[in-house]
Structure formats: structure tokens, C-alpha cells
């Protein structure tokens, strides 16, 4: 397998849940800017989007956005979604509200293009991000276990630390017991962020 990442974007949670799960992969540097991979091959031929994540599986299927990657990832690894009868469905519902209600706002808070654009972006985030604080019960997103969703989690909240928006109890101490993590850790030493 190969995951196609961007150091410190949005596929650094790719990156961290597949190391979770222990899966074995390649990872290939993309340049956005460029649409260049690390060995200079055009990136658009490997997504046509142009941007990452992209996963590359085994057979040549590729699969693309976040919240696909990370079910599938969910998928090979179930200690790494939420249990029960709605489990499946929770993870998705949690991914789904990172991926649009923070993670679309991040985008607009970066390349804004009016500074009240980035005002609405900014009040967003917070908004998305209190709503995330106040139902945190337990270690993580679920509880007391890791799930993939939580990866997507820390990777907003790197982004958030980045643009020094404040986040609410207890979202920075979630975000240390993920930094804790070796998996974590393994991650962002590949990405030369640690």
C-alpha cells in the first residue's frame, strides 16, 4: 500500500490511524503546490483531485478523502471504531462532523478570502470544536479506547494550536494523551513534525 501525504495536513489522521492499526505501507511526500510526489511523478495521475490523503491499496484501487481512508482503516482494524450496535454509524457520524463542520472551516481560516471570511471561519471552529469539549466523556472521542476518529480529531486540533485559536476544556489534554501515543509519535517523526 501506499499513502500519499502532505506533512501536517489533513492526512497526518490517515497516517496516525494506519499506524494504530499496524498496517504496513508506503508513504509518499506530495507537494500540493506542485502536484509533485518526493520522486517528482505527476500526483494528479495518482488522484486526479490533487490532493491528499490518497491511499493506493495493494490490487491498485485507490481511495481518496478522510472519511473513507479512515473507515476503511476502521474496517482492518475494529479496535479502532466504536463498539456496539451503532458503532459503525457513530464513527461515521463523528467523521463526517470533523470533515465538514471543522475541518471545511480550517480551510476557509487559511485562505480566506476576505477577513470576514476568516472571522465566520474562525467563530465556526470554536462553535464545532465547544460542541466537541462538551461531549467528550472519557479519554476519547467513545470513551476510553482510541478510535480512528480521534486521529482526525488531533490533526484539527494541531491546526488549531498553528493559528493559536484557544480550544476548550478538555480538548488540550486530549490532545496531549494523543501526542502520548506511540503511534502518534511514529507518525509525525515520518512527517518531520516531531
Not at 479502532?80 to 465538514?100: C, N, Q, S, Y
Not at 463542520?101 to 472571522?119: I, Q, Y
Request: charged share 30%; with cysteine; hydrophobic share 45%.
Amino acid at each position: 500500500m501506499k499513502l500519499y501525504l502532505t506533512p501536517g495536513a489533513c492526512s497526518l489522521a490517515d497516517h496516525i490511524a494506519m499506524c494504530e492499526a499496524g498496517l504496513e505501507f508506503d508513504r509518499i511526500r506530495v507537494d500540493l503546490r506542485t502536484k509533485r510526489t518526493e520522486d517528482g511523478a505527476d500526483f494528479t495521475e495518482v488522484n486526479p483531485k490533487g490532493y491528499v490523503p490518497a491511499l493506493v491499496l495493494d490490487d491498485g484501487q485507490l481511495l481518496t478523502e478522510n472519511v473513507a481512508i479512515l473507515c476503511w482503516v476502521a474496517e482492518r482494524a475494529p479496535k479502532l471504531a466504536p463498539g456496539g450496535e451503532l458503532g459503525r454509524v457513530r464513527l461515521i457520524e463523528m467523521l463526517a462532523f470533523i470533515a465538514t463542520e471543522l475541518h471545511k472551516p480550517f480551510v476557509r481560516h487559511f485562505f480566506p478570502t476576505s477577513d470576514a471570511e476568516k472571522k465566520v471561519a474562525e467563530e465556526a471552529i470554536r462553535t464545532r470544536l465547544g460542541f466537541i469539549a462538551d461531549r467528550l466523556e472519557g479519554d476519547y472521542l467513545f470513551g476510553r479506547e482510541v478510535s480512528v476518529a480521534d486521529a482526525y480529531l488531533y490533526v484539527m486540533l494541531r491546526w488549531a494550536q498553528m493559528k493559536r485559536l484557544d480550544t476548550p476544556q478538555p480538548l488540550p489534554a486530549f490532545a496531549e494523551r494523543m501526542e502520548a501515543r506511540p503511534a502518534v509519535r511514529l507518525a509525525l517523526q515520518h512527517e518531520g513534525l516531531a
